[in-house]
């Protein structure tokens, strides 16, 4: 018989919060002792096995933050941690609470997430919206949800066609139009404004162009693909014609990206992107100015001007376009790092390119995913919306 007695709460949340500094390059020091509050020991665990693994970091952030929120919600909503395997009861539980049809909720206080429910998360800063979630949000917790299940050893029953059932009527009863990561998109002539804001000899205006054309080039790279960019990601290549239908022509320089691990492709791929003409010779001349050989390609700078040896966060990426869109005159609420990525796709429609080539370079898995962008682009050009004018 065990007569050892269990160690006090705040021990173990103290054991858990050292337990996740090791992860604080990962994790927001800021929210290091609300995860050791509500997280389990086990899930501490997880989250510092999948470290090891070797996740990106941006997937064991984002994992983190899931569980967290899953981890309160189960509190709130039954008075118990998180139970793995979850049952589908309570998985379609989940469901229920965060996809519901506010019409209902009009005559039926009892639809959708309980107020209590709501009152528990909101008071823990979990919970900013009254009505129901997007069905992109609920679909990656229980997909985070799943991920989690299967590194600790177990099985879910995400798919069950129960859950698949529940999610799809949900759906369609939330009635919630999808928001664009971005309003609008940064297309070229937007680029070239923002890129009239950096156009100085400033070593933050040097970097910020490379930023900005570099993610735009190279088919509208996510703010995370960006702000880990390396050096060594880079294989120079023979000049190109700038002129393809014209081998013999003037000639262009050409860099390839070696893209690695990213949302769509994995570490060992050989999935490449192409940096050809005018963004290679403004990438070159920031590595030069800031005399980067090694290491993180963009970097933040102190008030000073000196550059820092750490990498720019996906966040700083965010907030460098935001601030230039801002110096440009136009509003920086409708527009994010994300308007690149969109932004690319929505001119290469513009330009005429298929599809299929725009999708080399912006690297789209999904041709439905991709084509969001195009068509909006073709549709607002043709003649299909112009037939009473």
């Known amino acids: 018989m065990d007569l050892r007695l269990p160690k006090p709460a705040s021990d173990q949340k103290l054991r858990r919060a050292e337990a996740l500094d090791a992860l604080e390059s990962v994790l927001p020091f800021d929210r290091r002792d609300f995860l050791a509050d509500i997280l389990t020991d086990d899930d501490v665990e997880t989250l510092r096995h999948l470290a090891k693994e070797g996740i990106g970091e941006n997937s064991l952030r984002a994992l983190a933050s899931d569980l967290g929120y899953l981890e309160a919600w189960s509190l709130a909503a039954t008075g118990f941690p998180l139970p793995w395997p979850a049952p589908e009861a309570l998985l379609i539980k989940f469901v229920a609470h965060h996809l519901w049809d506010p019409a209902k909720r009009e005559t039926d206080p009892a639809h ?10 909101k008071a823990e800063g979990l919970l900013r919206i009254d009505g129901p979630h997007a069905p992109a949000t609920v679909r990656r917790r229980l997909s985070s949800w799943s991920t989690l299940t299967k590194w600790r050893g177990l099985r879910g029953k995400f798919n069950a066609p129960g ?4 999610i799809k009527l949900a759906v369609r009863a939330s009635a919630r139009p999808r928001g664009r990561k971005s309003k609008k998109a940064v297309t070229a002539d937007i680029l070239s404004t923002l890129l009239n804001t950096c156009a100085g000899d400033r070593f933050v205006d040097v970097r910020d162009r490379a930023i900005l054309i570099t993610a735009f080039a190279s088919g509208g790279r996510r703010r995370s693909e960006i702000s880990s960019l390396r050096v060594e990601q880079f294989v120079e290549e023979e000049p190109v014609s700038a002129d393809p239908k014209d081998p013999e022509g003037p ?5 390839k990206i070696r893209l690695g691990r990213t949302k769509t492709t994995q570490a060992d791929t050989d999935a490449f992107v192409l940096l050809v003409g005018r963004p290679v010779l403004v990438l070159k001349d920031w590595l030069e100015r800031a005399g980067i050989t090694d290491g993180a390609v963009f970097r933040g700078i102190d008030r000073w001007g000196n550059l820092e040896k750490r990498a720019l966060t996906p966040q700083a990426v965010n907030l460098i376009l935001k601030r230039r869109v801002a110096e440009a005159g136009l509003d920086p609420q409708v527009f994010s790092a994300h308007g690149l990525r969109s932004g690319y796709l929505t001119e290469t429609a513009r330009r005429g390119i298929p599809l299929p080539e725009a999708m080399q370079q912006s690297q789209h898995r999904s041709v439905q995913q991709a084509s969001n962008y ?8 043709g003649r299909a919306a112009r037939i009473v004018v």
Do not use: F, H, Q, W
């Open 374 to 381: 195009y068509n909006d682009a073709e549709r607002t050009l």
């Open 163 to 166: 859950l698949r059932s529940a």
């Open 251 to 255: 000639k262009l320089p050409c860099l």
């Open 112 to 121: 959708g997430m309980p107020a209590e429910v709501a009152i528990t998360l």
